[in-house]
């Protein structure tokens, strides 16, 4: 069963900084697409930013510029940097993992298709 595990999350003033963390396991994280995601109350599901296998990267225009996405192939483990945090970005934020084989539930979104997610942790972003 693959796991994906947030951790990073908090509350913040507008302008702060926070990383989020995830690590993956029984994945193969190395070769395959993993992002994240956000959800704010009220709002729909949006994606945040991904990385490829070969470290493309894809983010959602409202993050570009602010925040990084990068990876640790050795730590199973994406991170997402955040600066210039504002109060819109406050929502929950989950990790995802492409699919490894074909199933039904999928969210395509920056070139791959999102199948695993993780639990989420919370950023709240104060004015």
């Known amino acids: 069963q693959v796991q994906l595990v947030e951790s990073g999350g908090g509350s913040v003033q507008a302008g702060g900084s926070l990383r989020l963390s995830c690590v993956a396991s029984k994945y193969t994280y190395s070769s395959s697409c993993m992002g994240w995601f956000r959800q704010a109350p009220g709002k729909e599901r949006e994606g945040v930013a991904s990385?490829?296998?070969?470290?493309?990267?894809t983010y959602a225009d409202s993050v570009k510029g602010r925040f990084r996405i990068s990876k640790d192939n050795a730590q199973n483990t994406i991170y997402l940097q955040m600066n210039s945090l504002k109060p819109e970005d406050t929502a929950m934020y989950y990790c995802?993992?492409?699919?490894?084989?074909?199933?039904?539930?999928?969210?395509?979104?920056?070139?791959?298709?999102?199948?695993?997610w993780g639990q989420g942790t919370q950023v709240a972003v104060s004015s």
């Open positions: 990385i490829a296998s070969d470290g493309s990267t």
């Open positions: 995802v993992a492409n699919r490894i084989q074909i199933v039904a539930d999928v969210t395509a979104w920056g070139g791959c298709e999102f199948s695993y």
